[in-house]
């Protein structure tokens, strides 16, 4: 088990023991059913540092630009791969639980799945869907569930078509979630977002401000100028790589 994998359970766990805690002991009738506390002495720290996980904005476009046959894995996981970059590293389970009630108004709105159960906000967010996501969005929103029984399913035909397509672009990792990471990296390191802003589009809670939050509406107006941001970027790069091939189609044919 990874270091951030082993902080992770032991962290689930101090909440459930805390949960059983409050259940079966009462201070005030000084009833203590449950009088040991491991955590007293162990403390969890801080979140270790994960390696980097993420693409670059070139291989964005290379991922999405690979020709793969109509219907298979690797269309699968390409397509899903954009589509969460588009949405603001929306996870694979999150496509799969969501359907068209979940669209209103230009904007997808969802629980994240992963921490709405630990949430008192149930992890909502709304992301507006830009341009590129619509066509996605109406080809797999309510249907990855019809196409696979259980999200297991989803996530095993994921990952076979993610080695196809590693093999296709030459790209040594591609994974849905590389996606989520590869969006907050260039939204921080390319755009020059704030990282309170960029946590903000991945649906993200600081234990530091947890109390501050709750003074605070969200303004998802926010989360959308990130994405703008990021979306732009990419679509810039994009008509410089399609007048670089003009160019050089225009120069082939000259000779």
């Known amino acids: ?25 009462n201070e005030d009738l000084e009833f203590h059913r449950i009088k040991h506390y491991p955590f007293k002495k162990y ?11 993420n693409n ?13 046959e109509p219907g298979s894995r690797a269309e ?8 969460s970059f588009l949405t603001c590293g929306m996870n694979a389970v999150d496509f799969y639980n969501v359907n068209r009630k979940n669209v209103r ?5 969802y629980n994240r799945s992963k921490t709405q159960g630990r949430r008192k906000d149930n992890a909502f967010i709304s992301i507006k869907v830009v341009e590129e996501a619509k066509p996605l969005l109406e080809k797999y929103i309510g249907k990855l569930s019809v196409r696979y029984s259980t999200y297991g399913a989803l996530d095993t035909a994921l990952s076979q078509g993610m080695k196809q397509l590693r093999k296709l672009t030459g790209i040594s990792v591609v994974t849905t979630y590389w996606a989520r990471h ?39 107006s ?9 979306v732009t970027l990419l679509r810039r790069l994009d008509i410089k790589l399609l007048a670089k091939q003009k160019k050089e189609a225009s120069i082939s044919d000259a000779a």
């Open 1 to 25: 088990m990874s270091e951030i994998g082993l902080h992770n359970h032991m962290r689930d766990l101090r909440t459930l023991f805390n949960e059983a805690r409050d259940f079966y002991n």
């Open 43 to 53: 403390k969890l720290g801080r979140v270790p540092l994960t390696k980097k996980r």
């Open 56 to 68: 670059s904005i070139e291989e964005i476009l290379r991922i999405r630009d690979c020709i793969t």
């Open 76 to 83: 699968l996981a390409k397509e899903l791969f954009i589509l």
């Open 105 to 109: 108004n230009g904007r997808i709105e």
């Open 182 to 220: 590869t969006f907050a990296t260039i939204a921080r390191n390319a755009c020059r977002i704030s990282k309170d802003d960029v946590a903000l589009a991945l649906n993200h809670v600081d234990d530091e401000h947890r109390t501050t939050d709750i003074y605070i509406e969200k303004d998802w």
């Open 222 to 230: 926010i989360v959308d100028d990130v994405q703008k941001k990021v």
